[in-house]
C-alpha cells in the first residue's frame, strides 16, 4: 500500500524503540506461514530477513514501478542490519514499512520495520545498503538516473547525498 501522507509509524511501549528517521509512504501487509515458527512458538528470526525483502519487492514494484524479473534486477544487498525488539506470534497481524533513507549515484540505503498495526508493537527494524548491480556481467553499475528521480519523487525528498 503506497500514501502521498506519511504512514504513522507505533513506537509501541518499548522505550528501547528508536524514532523512524524518515517517513514512510509504503506498508505492506506480511503473512505468516506455519513453517515461519520455531521450535520456542514464535517466528524463526531468519524469516524477518524474507519479510524484508517482501517489502523490498513490493516497494519496487509499487512504488517505484520496476519489474520483478528473475535474472534482471538491477540492484543488490551489500549491508543488512537487524536490531530485534519483541517476538513474534503465529495468526498475529504484521505489517512492513519500507523507505529509502539516502542515495549515491552507486548505492542508496533503506530503512524497514516490522510491526502489529493492532499493538503497535514493533517487532524489528533493518537498515540495508543496496547497490546498483549488473546481473549479466555481475558487476557493480550506476543507479538509473530514472531509478533515482522515481525514488526522490516517490519519498517527496532529496535523497542523494553529495560526498
Known sequence: MISDTPFAI????????????????????LQIRFNDIDILGHINNSVYLSFFDLGKAEYFVSA????????????????INCSFFSPSYFNEPL?????????SVHSFKMEQRIFNPATGDVKCIAHSVLAGFDPSTATSQPLPAEFIARAEAFEHRSLVVKK
Not at 507505533?10 to 506498508?27: E, S
Not at 517505484?64 to 549491508?79: F, R, S, Y
Request: hydrophobic content about 40%; aromatic content about 6%; glycine content about 8%.
Open 64 to 79: 517505484l514501478g520496476q519489474k520483478m524479473e528473475i535474472g534482471k534486477v538491477g540492484v543488490a544487498i551489500v549491508n
Open 95 to 103: 505489517q512492513v514499512v519500507t523507505a529509502i533513507t539516502s542515495m
Open 10 to 29: 507505533p513506537r509501541g511501549n518499548n522505550r528501547r524503540i528508536p524514532a523512524p528517521t524518515v517517513p514512510f509512504y509504503h506498508l505492506y501487509d
